[in-house]
């Protein structure tokens, strides 16, 4: 089994600001996890994963995730929000035959 | 490229009504996903196909929805009758599975709203 939770149902910050969205997932074996995005009326977009290579990922507009297997975290940060990454991000893990586990996902608002 | 290819984009309809949504996956994708999206309930995994087979329906809520996949390049998810609490947003997506593993990638979704 396996599960994805997301500490956080709501992050505000301010532009120019770190960001910083906190995952914590549950897996039977070494999972593959993900972080999507979701900006209002639009499909989810896949920010960056992680397939057991490093354990720091890069992804795009200059999000960043680590993973920690004692933790069992897999935490996105950004060094600097901009108003443009408003949106809701999913953590995911994948399980076997390709299937996605979603976490109830973090709204992210950013103010001037 | 082109991305996952869903359409409708938006759609209207009363209750009772026949609802079809299509999807075109990207090409060399050999798994195809349908999702529902709620208020409520989230990302739901609706049914899962590999090479065009159906692996996967036990997300599929009732009878009243059934999803084909005639080709590698085409599915469609249908609600017969349709009611009011099908309303949500319907994402395909697809992905191609290798021995390393998968990465999905999901169309626009198609916003249903039953009145």
């Known amino acids: 089994a396996q599960s994805v939770t997301q500490l956080d149902s709501h992050v505000s910050v301010s532009e120019g600001t770190p960001v910083l969205l906190r995952c914590n997932y549950s897996?039977?074996?070494?999972?593959?996890l993900f972080w999507y995005v979701q900006h209002p009326n639009k499909g989810l977009q896949l920010l960056l994963k992680?397939?057991?290579?490093?354990?720091l990922v890069k992804g795009i507009n200059g999000f960043e995730a680590e993973f920690k297997k004692s933790e069992t975290s897999f935490h996105l940060t950004k060094p600097s929000a901009h108003m443009s990454d408003a949106a809701e991000y999913f953590c995911?893990?994948?399980?076997?035959?390709?299937?996605?586990?979603f976490g109830t996902g973090t709204r992210l608002q950013v103010t001037l | 490229d082109a991305g996952v290819i869903q359409s409708p984009r938006h759609e209207v309809t009363e209750m009772g009504q026949e609802v079809t949504l299509r999807c075109k996956p990207i090409?060399?994708?050999?798994?195809l996903f349908w999702y529902r999206q709620t208020m409520m309930r989230g990302l739901e995994l609706l049914i899962y196909?590999?090479?065009?087979?159906?692996?996967?329906d036990s997300g599929m809520p009732e009878d009243r929805f059934s999803a084909k996949m005639p080709n590698a390049s085409f599915s469609t998810l249908k609600i017969q009758p349709s009611e009011p609490r099908d309303s949500a947003v319907y994402f395909c997506?697809?992905?191609?599975?290798?021995?390393?593993?998968?990465?999905?990638?999901f169309g626009e979704g198609s916003w249903l709203t039953v009145v």
């Open positions: 997506a697809s992905s191609l599975r290798t021995s390393s593993g998968n990465t999905i990638y």
């Open positions: 897996s039977s074996y070494s999972p593959s």
């Open positions: 992680y397939t057991s290579a490093a354990t």
């Open positions: 995911v893990v994948s399980g076997t035959a390709s299937k996605l586990t």
């Open positions: 090409s060399g994708h050999n798994s």
């Open positions: 196909f590999n090479n065009n087979v159906p692996i996967d």
